[in-house]
C-alpha cells in the first residue's frame, strides 16, 4: 500500500514539530509552515511518518492512501466522536 503524508492547512499552528519529525518529508516555509513533499512514504518512513501524525499538536498532518483526495479523506473523518488522542470532536 503506499501511503502518502498531508496536512490540513486549515487545523496547522505552525509548530514544525512535523519537520523535526519527518525531515525527509517537510521542510518548513519562512513562515514556520510544513510544505509537505508529493512523493508517496517510502516504507522505510512510515513509523516516522505515524510519528508525526500522532504528534502533531494541531492533529493537522495525516497519511492517506497515494489516490485519496484531502477532500475525500476529511469527508471520512468521524465528527461527535473522540479523536486518536481521546478529545472530543464537535
Known amino acids: 500500500m503506499s501511503e502518502q ?3 490540513n492547512p486549515t487545523a ?3 509548530h514544525g514539530l512535523c ?8 521542510i518548513l516555509d519562512e513562515w514556520g ?3 509537505i513533499s508529493a512523493e508517496p512514504v517510502p516504507a522505510s518512513l512510515r513509523k516516522a511518518a505515524r510519528r508525526a501524525v500522532t ?3 494541531a492533529l493537522a498532518l495525516m ?3 497515494s489516490g485519496v ?3 475525500a479523506a476529511a469527508a471520512h473523518a468521524p465528527s461527535g466522536h473522540t479523536d486518536r ?3 472530543q470532536n464537535t
Open 19 to 26: 519537520a523535526e519529525l519527518l525531515p525527509e518529508r517537510v
Open 33 to 35: 509552515y510544513p510544505v
Open 85 to 87: 488522542r481521546g478529545r
Open 55 to 57: 504528534d502533531c499538536p
Open 12 to 14: 496547522c499552528t505552525g
Open 69 to 71: 483526495s484531502l477532500k
Open 5 to 7: 503524508l498531508r496536512v
Open 63 to 65: 497519511l492517506t492512501d
